[in-house]
């Protein structure tokens, strides 16, 4: 907040500092050209140069014109006493006013004059404080950039002027043309004297207003035909005119650019030299410090290149675009005022104390990132994505989170060349991983998913850390006597044997087999067999041999594989007689 405030305090202070002096100059020159004005005329018709007057001989004009206003002012005091009539006194009264403001502002000229600049005036208006009149204050500054865009918009407004009176006059030419035309029918149809001489009296009027209307028009079209049709025919005028812009606001214009960029670009390099010889150190104390002056001086640097800008401006006199720099300042500042706690939060990002720090993990997009450096344009790092480092604007950092790093957990589900299971048993190869897609080869084919919609399927990493194949195989309930017993021992011996037969065998981390439950319809069996990562692309591949080996143990040991079955108990005395009669050959 308090930086903020300095801000603005510093660009007020380039306002005024700019705008009063150009009020001053402004008035001084007119004033001295009231007291100068028929000297100076007089010196040109002689055809003389007008020489400097010294300070002696202006302190004498001055007090000539002191005495010659009191002798004025003492004139019209005795014409006043004598004054026949009010409106006569009040005409007196207010040319002694006149004078007696005359007077004062020349005795402070004379004081100032001979002083070096000052007055008990101009002193005692120092002391009292007069409310500010916000709406003159503004008239004073804007006056002069007013005036400067009147003057340069002066043709186009002339000939846009122009155009529209000629519109108005073709108009009232062609109305008076149509109205002799009707009284001309009227005075050919009528046989009446009083009323042919009233109709011709109308006519008479109406060639009038026809004649003005023509006799302006062509007014109108000769200085429209002056304004648009160019002097000299060979571009001599456009030459003087750009010649004369290059070496005025033009030059204005290009001063006050190159100051800015220079003046900035130095101190910002300078800035960015100092920061980068602080953050070489890996005090995080040190860092911070070194982030809040880099910070500070680039704010500096700023604020110095626009006051190198309007430095230059006014030095050279343009009060165009002094005015309108100045303008685009003040619309600045209040911009600044309604976004100020969002640059407050960025800020405090930029100097690594906001919620979002360097060396944390932040989630971003969906995808975990580790911050590598918090700047304008942050980096973030994700070891485990192609191109996994992004630039975000320091904007939407203000909308995360951090945390600290946790060193077991991962970056992604996966890595390219992992193998994964998707929801729907989507089985495939990571070929390829970016922060914005993940392409897998399933099935022979390239499949592409979009980050979020990969996430979305839960991948299951089987080159990670191994995997595990569970199967279920069921055996009637013709087996129940020696389900705990011999079947589970002899099923897992008969997997164990056939399993080490099988190129994936040096991946085998365990082989469970066991009772799982008593199902509806058969006594079942759980089979799992473990494998690390290095197995995953057979992972398929093992399911089935698991099934075809269960099913080839049953066929060896007569183990019958059971089917779904319903089982119907009904009361003999509920069995209908047709019933009945089909069960008998069967029971027989």
Same mark, same amino acid.
């Given at each position: 907040m308090r930086h903020y405030l300095n801000s603005i305090s510093v660009l007020f202070c380039l306002i005024s500092l700019a705008v009063c002096p150009a009020s001053l100059v402004w008035g001084t020159e007119?004033?001295?050209?009231?007291?100068?004005? $028929?000297?100076t005329k007089s010196l040109a018709a002689s055809g003389k140069q007008p020489l400097e007057p010294t300070g002696e001989e202006r302190l004498v004009t001055i007090l000539q014109s002191v005495k010659a206003a009191e002798a004025e002012r003492a004139d019209i005091i005795m014409r006043l006493k004598a004054a026949p009539t009010e409106a006569e006194k009040k005409e007196l009264e207010e040319d002694v006013e006149r004078l007696t403001r005359r007077l004062e502002?020349?005795?402070t000229s004379f004081e100032e004059l001979a002083t070096g600049g000052t007055s008990l005036d101009a002193?005692?208006?120092?002391?009292?404080?007069?409310?500010?009149?916000?709406?003159?204050?503004? /008239?004073?500054?804007?006056?002069?950039?007013?005036? /400067? #865009?009147?003057?340069?918009?002066?043709?186009?407004?002339?000939i846009e002027r122009l155009r529209s009176e000629r519109a108005v006059y073709e108009d009232r030419l062609e109305a008076a043309e149509k109205a002799i035309a009707k009284i001309d029918e009227k005075l050919a149809a009528t046989d009446s004297a009083d009323v042919k001489k009233v109709l011709t009296g109308i006519r008479q009027d109406w060639k009038s207003?026809? *004649?003005?209307?023509?006799?302006?028009? =062509?007014?109108?079209?000769?200085?429209?035909?002056r304004l648009l049709t160019p002097e000299d025919s060979d571009g001599h005028e456009f030459v003087v005119g750009l010649r004369e812009f290059f070496s005025?606001?033009?030059l204005s214009a290009l001063l006050a650019v190159a100051g800015f960029v220079a003046t900035y670009f130095l101190l910002a390099s300078a800035a960015g030299l100092i920061e980068r010889v602080f953050l070489r150190r890996h005090d995080t104390k040190t860092h911070r410090l070194a982030k809040a002056g880099g910070i500070l001086f680039r704010l500096f640097s700023l604020l110095a290149a626009i006051l190198a800008a309007l430095a230059i401006l006014y030095v050279r006199g343009d009060w165009l675009i002094l005015g309108l720099l100045i303008l685009f300042l003040f619309g600045a500042v209040l911009a600044l005022r309604n976004s100020f706690p969002r640059y407050v939060d960025e800020l405090r990002i930029l100097l690594n104390l906001g919620g979002v720090r360097e060396g944390e993990r932040v989630?971003?997009?969906?995808?975990?990132?580790?911050?590598?450096?918090?700047?304008?344009?942050?980096?973030?790092?994700?070891?485990?994505?192609?191109g996994g480092t992004i630039r975000v604007p320091i904007g939407e950092m203000a909308d995360l989170q951090s945390r600290q790093l946790v060193k077991e957990e991962p970056w992604f589900p996966s890595r390219e060349n992992d193998f994964v299971i998707l929801?729907?048993?989507?089985?495939?190869?990571?070929?390829? =991983? $970016?922060?914005?897609m993940v392409q897998l080869q399933v099935i022979g084919s390239t499949k592409t998913f979009a980050v979020a919609d990969y996430l979305g399927q839960h991948p299951r990493n089987l080159s990670l850390g191994g995997f595990a194949v569970p199967l279920t195989f069921g055996l009637d309930y013709r087996h129940q006597n020696h389900i705990l017993t011999t079947i589970v021992t002899r099923m897992r011996e008969y997997l164990q044997e056939h399993i080490d037969q099988q190129q994936f065998r040096p991946h085998l981390k365990d082989l469970i087999v066991d009772f799982n439950e008593a199902a509806s319809s058969s006594l079942n069996l759980i089979i799992v067999a473990v494998f690390d990562g290095a197995a995953a692309e057979q992972y398929w591949s093992i399911r089935r041999f698991l099934q075809? $080996? *269960?099913?080839?143990?049953?066929?060896?040991?007569?183990?019958?594989?059971?089917?779904?079955?319903? $089982?119907?108990?009904?009361? /003999?005395?509920? #069995?209908?007689?047709? *019933?009945?009669?089909? *069960?008998?050959?069967? =029971?027989?």
């Open positions: 007119n004033s001295g050209s009231e007291l100068t004005g $028929t000297g502002e020349l005795n002193l005692k208006r120092e002391i009292e404080q007069k409310p500010v009149d916000w709406k003159q204050e503004i /008239e004073v500054i804007v006056r002069p950039l007013l005036q /400067e #865009i009147k003057r340069m918009t002066e043709r186009p407004r002339t207003h026809q *004649a003005d209307a023509e006799s302006r028009l =062509q007014l109108v079209n000769g200085q429209l035909e005025g606001r033009g989630s971003y997009n969906g995808i975990p990132w580790r911050i590598k450096s918090l700047n304008y344009y942050s980096t973030l790092h994700n070891p485990l994505l192609r929801d729907g048993d989507v089985f495939g190869k990571v070929l390829l =991983q $970016t922060p914005e075809r $080996t *269960a099913v080839d143990a049953c066929n060896s040991y007569g183990w019958m594989i059971p089917f779904d079955q319903l $089982t119907l108990h009904i009361p /003999e005395r509920d #069995i209908p007689p047709w *019933a009945a009669e089909l *069960a008998a050959p069967a =029971q027989a």
